[in-house]
């Protein structure tokens, strides 16, 4: 069985001119053998009627291979020239800088959102690199993977902090793409960013709201937990123990009712800055309600400076407090808790360092002690 070739695209034209002349040929052949048979006519007459019909019968090849084709390219240019004029307004008009490089980084084009948000103005910009808004927030690690990704996948979107021409750093989105010419090669780059700096600093304070106490600005409980959690999976790891202090001022209530709360908040925040000067700076100290605070020392090689800590915290806070024209001595009862020592998880070692500022709380002021263990100290 015999398959009918499947014809190409580039044989219809031909074809159809090789039928058009074909046609031409046998119909101007009909109508000089009917001139033969018909009445003598004057030969102006006669080329006149030959020309006329030649013109009609030549009129498809020129109408399908001439005047049809330029009518479509003049319609594709005017489409394309179009679809340009919108690309230019949209690339003017767009609320996003936008920013055209070379596949080394050379601007070659910026639009006037570039220059509002950077200052840089379109002169100033042609011809450099984007390091000109190179802010140092990110090290060159961060550069390099981002090159990786643009050389492996032609794009990187992501988070950068970058800097105004008047020395401001913020924050934006930033997305490159790239342009191809026809053989696969990356042509040009297109950077589209916009400022995302009031949104960082709202998720900012959202954040620091959630974890920090507003007055002393130190942690809160909720921080406090998750930076305990770590501590413990980090001393399971290295083997080295971790401490809590729980420290209570005693006589807080008494400040409350006599002075205001207002004289409270004051002893508060400086009981805080007081303790917070007495810890090492990978230590955590954090208020976790009322007049109490806790510490968290990390990574204890020698117990012994658990116990040097706590006494610093007690001279500290055993030194009198201004409130107002008033100046009075707030006593602190401090209770101590050593991880895996004293308790074997998280809920434990808190329990266990409030016990012991209750059982230092009951005895003499201005001391420390750690529950069941002989280790234990009063001023």
């Given at each position: 069985m015999?398959?009918?070739?499947k ?11 090789f ?17 033969e ?5 004057p030969?102006i007459?006669s ?6 019909l ?10 399908f291979?001439?005047?049809r084709?330029?009518?479509e390219?003049l ?5 394309a020239?179009?679809?340009?004029k ?5 690339y ?9 490089t070379?596949?080394?980084g050379t601007i070659?084009g910026v ?11 379109r ?6 690199k984007p390091k000109i808004?190179?802010?140092g927030?990110q ?5 390099r ?12 979107e992501?988070?950068i ?6 020395g401001e750093?913020f ?11 026809q ?6 780059r297109v950077?589209?960013?916009r400022d995302?700096?009031?949104?960082k ?9 959630a ?7 130190l942690?809160n409980?909720h921080l ?10 980090k001393?399971?790891r290295?083997?080295?123990p971790?401490a809590?202090?729980?420290i ?8 409350n009712?006599?002075?205001g709360h207002k004289?409270g ?7 805080a800055r007081?303790?917070s000067?007495r810890?090492r ?9 009322g ?8 990574q204890?090689e020698?117990?012994?400076?658990i116990?040097?800590?706590?006494r ?5 806070l055993?030194l ?9 001595d ?10 895996p020592?004293?308790a074997?998880?998280?809920d434990?070692l808190i ?8 059982v ?6 201005n001391g420390?002690?750690?529950?069941f263990?002989?280790?234990s100290?009063?001023?």
């Open positions: 015999i398959t009918p070739r014809k190409s695209e580039h044989e219809s034209p031909f074809r159809l001119l039928i058009l002349a074909g046609s031409v040929f046998v119909i101007e052949t009909c109508i000089m053998f009917l001139l048979f018909l009445p003598p006519m030969e007459t080329t006149m009627l030959d020309a006329t030649l013109t009609g019968l030549l009129f498809p090849i020129f109408y291979f001439s005047f084709p330029l009518t390219n319609r594709e240019l005017r489409e020239e179009d679809k340009l919108v690309a230019a307004l949209a003017s008009n767009s609320s996003e800088a936008m920013m055209v070379e596949p080394d070659v639009n006037p959102a570039f220059t509002h948000l950077t200052g840089y103005t002169e100033e910009a042609l011809g450099r808004l190179k802010s927030h090290d060159g690690e961060f550069y993977s981002m090159w990786r990704q643009l050389e492996t996948t032609g794009k990187w992501g988070e902090w970058n800097r105004r021409k008047n750093i924050a934006e989105w930033l997305s490159i793409n790239p342009i191809r010419g053989d696969g090669s990356i042509h040009l950077a589209q960013f995302i700096t009031k949104k600093q709202i998720e900012e304070a959202i954040w620091r709201q974890n920090y106490d507003t007055l002393t600005e942690p409980r406090f937990l998750d930076r305990l959690e770590q501590e413990i999976a001393s399971d290295t083997f080295l971790l809590l202090i729980f209570d001022l005693d006589r807080f209530k008494e400040v009712d006599t002075f004289m908040d004051l002893l508060l925040k400086e009981a007081r303790i000067r810890v700076s990978a230590d955590t100290v954090a208020r976790i309600g007049d109490e605070f806790i510490v968290i020392l990390s204890i020698d117990e012994e400076n116990a040097l800590i706590a610093h915290i007690q001279e500290e055993a009198p407090f201004s409130l107002g024209e008033e100046i009075r707030i006593p602190a009862s401090l209770g101590i808790a050593v991880y020592r004293d074997a998880d998280l434990g329990r266990m360092a409030d016990d012991a500022m209750y230092d709380k009951k005895g003499r002021h420390f002690s750690r529950q263990d002989s280790w100290q009063t001023e």
